[in-house]
């Protein structure tokens, strides 16, 4: 079993920056794959970003079309932390953020992870 934990969320002007973090308990932390999703009123929930071990102390990731180049994903082995950077926000990055743990290979779909934390909240404003 993994317990996730999210934390960061806030309001930010447009162009601003934020950093989530999601703290994991449970199983061992790095054999996971480590999955970011958010979801704005209305909307289902989306991909945005993933990692997974790749071996030599590095992380393979990857990410949505939308978010990549401005978004990043970091894992910190030793606090069990997957973080997410987030920079040149706009307002369309408006949602509830959640983190997701699955065992195995990186995937983009939801039905895939098996635990999933109970999501903070991202306001852009413009």
């Known amino acids: 079993q993994v317990q996730l934990v999210e934390s960061g969320g806030g309001l930010v002007q447009a162009g601003g920056s934020l950093r989530l973090s999601c703290a994991a308990s449970?199983?061992?932390?790095?054999?996971?794959?480590m999955g970011w999703f958010r979801q704005a009123p209305g909307k289902e929930r989306e991909f945005v970003g993933t990692?997974?071990?790749?071996?030599?102390?590095?992380?393979?990731?990857y990410y949505a079309d939308s978010v990549r180049g401005r978004f990043t994903i970091s894992r910190d082995s030793a606090k069990n932390t997957v973080y997410l950077q987030m920079t040149s926000l706009k307002p369309e990055d408006t949602a509830t953020y959640y983190c997701?743990?699955?065992?195995?290979?990186?995937?983009?779909?939801?039905?895939?992870?098996?635990?999933w934390g109970q999501g903070t909240q991202v306001t852009v404003s413009s």
């Open positions: 997701a743990a699955k065992s195995g290979n990186i995937a983009t779909v939801t039905t895939r992870y098996d635990y």
């Open positions: 449970g199983r061992t932390f790095s054999s996971y794959a």
């Open positions: 990692s997974t071990w790749s071996g030599s102390n590095t992380y393979y990731t």
